[in-house]
């Protein structure tokens, strides 16, 4: 069975930190496009940030660019996301993805997810 299962979300004060992990199981992240994604209720699931598989360029949504970081370990077959500085804005359910023919950070592109982990910024 091909899936990713993220973990790391919680309940966090705005300018908090959090490291989510995706850990795949059943494929190689390293032949596919991964990335993160994220949506907020009532509002679609938007690209947060992506690597390319073609160059491993990286992408990152104007909105988190110097406060996110995308990386992952080969060795382990996971994904992560740094995220500092947290703002209330950051609200949402974050997914993971994977997609062998992705070459956009939208999630149209993507055909393989993780179940979710909520992310709750608040005071």
């Known amino acids: 069975q091909v899936q990713l299962v993220e973990s790391g979300g919680g309940l966090v004060q705005p300018g908090g930190s959090l490291r989510l992990s995706c850990v795949a199981s059943?494929?190689?992240?390293?032949?596919?496009?991964i990335g993160w994604f994220r949506q907020a209720p009532g509002k679609e699931r938007e690209g947060v940030s992506c690597?390319?598989?073609?160059?491993?360029?990286?992408y990152y949504a104007d909105s988190v660019k110097g406060r996110f970081t995308i990386s992952r370990d080969n060795a382990k077959n996971t994904l992560y996301l740094q995220m500092n500085n947290l703002k209330p804005e950051d609200t949402g359910v974050y997914y993971c993805?994977?997609?062998?023919?992705?070459?956009?950070?939208?999630?149209?592109?993507?055909?393989?997810w993780g179940q979710g982990t909520q992310v709750t910024v608040s005071s």
């Open positions: 993805a994977a997609g062998r023919w992705a070459t956009r950070c939208v999630r149209h592109y993507y055909d393989t």
């Open positions: 059943g494929f190689t992240l390293d032949y596919y496009a």
């Open positions: 690597i390319s598989h073609s160059d491993g360029s990286t």
